[in-house]
């Protein structure tokens, strides 16, 4: 598996800075430039569509690399808009420039800096040399055996981020099985009762107030992502086999029944693939097998005589109209989960070996 690492330019001299600005300025131009050409005229990675792009200081593999990056977002941004349904506009590219083993090398270094990372610069035959330090992240994924670094990096103004290659291990035998419900007011609450993340509804609510594509909606974004991994984070991962979450899709979709304004413009700052994501990351650290299960009824369903009825959940509260088991609806869900997910684990032990989701 491969587990990123976030290391600072801060240790480059000015000049270095420079070389590095004129660099992604260079960069950036010529990945919009091929963001615009794709978007109105396809093209492929072939030295006709290279061929758009004349005046520029690149070399040839650098344009080749920028032409690779607009075809990754232009197609991921054309399958986002037919899966939302919605008319997009012509992507523009403000982000890191991802670099291959072609332009980047990292070596050990001496001293203080303990990382020299070097990349193919504007003038042919010479490299950026980078004195950096290694992390505790860092230092986390090589201690690992047979982990090694890849040679390469997404590049910014300001850091590098860098990639480790770690063994995949087998996933673990010993330890118990949880289940996670992912909610909208408490991110995460399992099946042993315990909620996690009480405050993201406020942070949903800074996301709706603030105004698209300004500097304070992008900084909640980071607030949100920074909230979701701690809230993550806090799960007993250390003492898990398991893990069960639901399979979402389409939540944000169409205007369903039981959909209301409300709900959607609840959901609307809502992630679950970015909690998924973080889940799915920290269960592979972990040697953690992941189970998505069906997430219909399972908040509706009474845990202990198995009452389905829509009046078992009233926003919250879970009351069941049959047996009148009383309790919060998040968790009366994540005992489902973990119903479904025990039912699931037996399921496919039975068959042999299993590849987490």
């Given at each position: 598996m491969r587990r990123a690492v976030k290391v600072t330019l801060k240790f480059a001299t000015a000049k270095k800075r420079r070389a590095i600005n004129a660099l992604l300025s260079r960069y950036r131009s010529a990945v919009n430039f091929y963001i615009r050409s794709l978007w109105h005229e396809r093209g492929k990675l072939d030295a006709s569509t290279l061929a758009r792009l004349?005046?520029?200081?690149?070399?040839?593999?650098?344009?080749?690399?920028?032409?690779?990056?607009?075809?990754?977002?232009v197609v991921a941004t054309r399958k986002a808009a037919k899966t939302i349904g919605k008319f997009v506009r012509c992507p523009v590219f403000r982000g890191a420039a991802v670099l291959d083993a072609k332009f980047v090398n990292i070596e050990s270094g001496n001293g203080s800096f303990d990382l020299i990372v070097r990349i193919s610069s504007l003038v042919s035959r010479q490299r950026i040399s980078i004195p950096t330090c290694k992390t505790a992240v860092a230092n986390k994924w090589l201690d690992v055996p047979g982990a090694q670094w890849i040679h390469g990096c997404a590049l910014s103004e300001d850091s590098l981020i860098l990639w480790v290659e770690v063994p995949d291990c087998a996933p673990k035998t010993d330890g118990r099985?949880?289940?996670v419900d992912i909610g909208l007011n408490k991110l995460l609450s399992d099946s042993d009762g315990n909620h996690y993340g009480r405050g993201f509804k406020a942070i949903r609510d800074k996301i709706r107030r603030s105004k698209p594509n300004s500097k304070a909606r992008y900084r909640h974004y980071r607030e949100r992502t920074n909230f979701i991994n701690f809230s993550v984070n806090r799960l007993p991962f250390y003492s898990l086999s398991a893990l069960g979450v639901e399979d979402l899709s389409d939540m944000k979709h169409g205007k369903k029944k039981g959909r209301g304004k409300n709900f959607r413009k609840a959901i609307a700052a809502w992630t679950y693939r970015e909690v998924l994501n973080r889940m799915s990351c920290k269960a592979a650290e972990n040697r953690v097998r992941l189970f998505a299960v069906d997430p219909a009824n399972t908040s509706r369903t009474c845990p202990e005589c198995g009452c389905c009825e829509k009046e078992n959940r009233n926003g919250e509260n879970f009351s069941c109209v049959r047996c009148g088991h009383r309790a919060?609806?998040?968790?009366?869900?994540?005992?489902?989960?973990?119903?479904?997910?025990?039912?699931?684990l037996r399921s496919v032990e039975?068959?042999?070996?299993?590849?987490?989701?």
């Open positions: 004349q005046d520029t200081e690149l070399s040839a593999r650098y344009k080749s690399q920028a032409l690779k990056q607009a075809l990754d977002i099985v949880l289940a919060d609806a998040d968790s009366v869900g994540a005992r489902n989960i973990l119903a479904r997910t025990l039912a699931t039975s068959l042999g070996p299993i590849k987490a989701v």
